[in-house]
């Protein structure tokens, strides 16, 4: 199955940016999608950003529209997360994933991941 290695993560103050990457052992095109996830302590993981494979399009959940951009080398396999006027609540572990399918419910956005694997993910402290 596929597997992804995320990296890019840090302590940054707020307002500040990142770039993450998400290095696929794989085809991403092999899926309908490759999906940017994060988890905050006590939290559930939630879906942030989403890029089709079929045309590169992407879709954001409401919380990062706007600051966020994801992007893709296809090929290196890879997947970016460009995060911009960072703000402490988006502190969380970030994780990347297959997906096969996604939708937007009142701006909320729900990914289906492809199979049960979860990487390491890339740790996103936003604090002063």
């Known amino acids: 199955q596929l597997q992804f290695v995320e990296s890019g993560g840090g302590l940054v103050q707020p307002g500040g940016s990142l770039r993450l990457s998400c290095a696929a052992s794989?085809?991403?095109?092999?899926?309908?999608?490759t999906g940017w996830f994060r988890q905050a302590p006590g939290k559930e993981r939630e879906g942030v950003s989403a890029?089709?494979?079929?045309?590169?399009?992407?879709f954001y959940t409401n919380s990062v529209k706007g600051r966020f951009t994801i992007s893709r080398d296809s090929a290196k396999n890879t997947v970016y997360l460009q995060m911009n006027n960072l703000k402490p609540e988006d502190t969380a572990v970030y994780y990347c994933?297959?997906?096969?399918?996604?939708?937007?419910?009142?701006?909320?956005?729900?990914?289906?991941?492809?199979?049960?694997?979860w990487g390491q993910g890339t740790q996103v402290t936003v604090s002063l």
């Open positions: 890029i089709r494979s079929s045309d590169g399009s992407a």
């Open positions: 994933a297959a997906v096969r399918g996604f939708g937007l419910r009142s701006g909320v956005l729900a990914m289906t991941t492809a199979n049960d694997y």
């Open positions: 794989g085809f991403t095109s092999n899926y309908y999608a």
